[in-house]
Antibody, heavy 118, light 108 residues
Framework: QVHLVESGGGVVQPGKSLRLSCTAS????????MFWVRQAPGKGLEWVAV????????YYADSVMGRFTSSRDNSKNTLYLQMNSLRAEDTAVYFC???????????WGQGTLVTVSS | SYDLTQPPSVSVSPGQTATITCSGD??????GYWYQQKPGQAPVLVIY???ERPSGIPERFSGSNSGTKFTLTISGVQPEDEADYYC???????????FGGGTRVTVL
């Protein structure tokens, strides 16, 4: 069955960097686009980025544009989110999700918590 | 940017019908999706392409789209339906995606 596991979260100081990973199994990873979605403590879901099946097309939310970079290594079935110049407002649980056009984000990982604090 | 607007909360008695709305201009041009999220868990897709239900989602969940208003209906609400529900869509070019603010469904 489809399985997505995020890792790399932790506590980081403002202005520092962190890289998240999302390891996929149970489906043909290089066929599908992927989302990053985050959820601040006690808040709603916020879309962060979408990356095409081959990594050639990537779009970002305005709130992370220029600071976050998503990429993927299809040979390793792994999705990445490089987060630079982190701010307190980036504190959230970060989810990866498989997304198919017109089918939505049909499988999600359990998320990894990023806390930006001095 | 653009927004999807949901009511913050809906309360319903077991066996009754819960109706959650999601309003936004983008819904006239793009499909809408609904996700259910229970505390401490990842979201689960319950409606895609405005009205379709993924396999494994109970028939009591249904969706509709009347142009700029998207609706999730839970008929015969069960206690296990208590959760937060989020609508989601995209801009007309599918380069930007958005979630509604979420609606907490409380089963009385």
């Amino acid at each position: 069955q489809v399985h997505l596991v995020e890792s790399g979260g932790g506590v980081v100081q403002p202005g520092k960097s962190l890289r998240l990973s999302c390891t996929a199994s149970g489906f043909t990873f290089n066929n599908d686009a992927m989302f990053w979605v985050r959820q601040a403590p006690g808040k709603g879901l916020e879309w962060v980025a979408v990356i095409s099946y081959d990594g050639s097309i990537i779009y970002y939310a305005d709130s992370v544009m220029g600071r976050f970079t998503s990429s993927r290594d299809n040979s390793k079935n792994t999705l990445y989110l490089q987060m630079n110049s982190l701010r307190a407002e980036d504190t959230a649980v970060y989810f990866c999700a498989r997304v198919k056009y017109s089918y939505g984000a049909d499988f999600w990982g359990q998320g990894t918590l990023v806390t930006v604090s001095s | 940017s653009y927004d999807l607007t949901q009511p913050p909360s809906v309360s319903v008695s077991p066996g009754q019908t819960a109706t959650i709305t999601c309003s936004g201009d983008v819904l006239a041009k793009q499909y809408g999706y609904w996700y259910q999220q229970k505390p401490g868990q990842a979201p689960v897709l319950v409606i895609y392409r405005d009205t379709e239900r993924p396999s494994g989602i109970p028939e009591r969940f249904s969706g509709s789209n009347s142009g700029t208003k998207f609706t999730l209906t839970i008929s015969g609400v069960q206690p296990e339906d208590e959760a937060d529900y989020y609508c989601q869509s995209a801009d007309s070019t599918a380069t930007s995606y958005v979630f509604g603010g979420g609606t907490r469904v409380t089963v009385l």
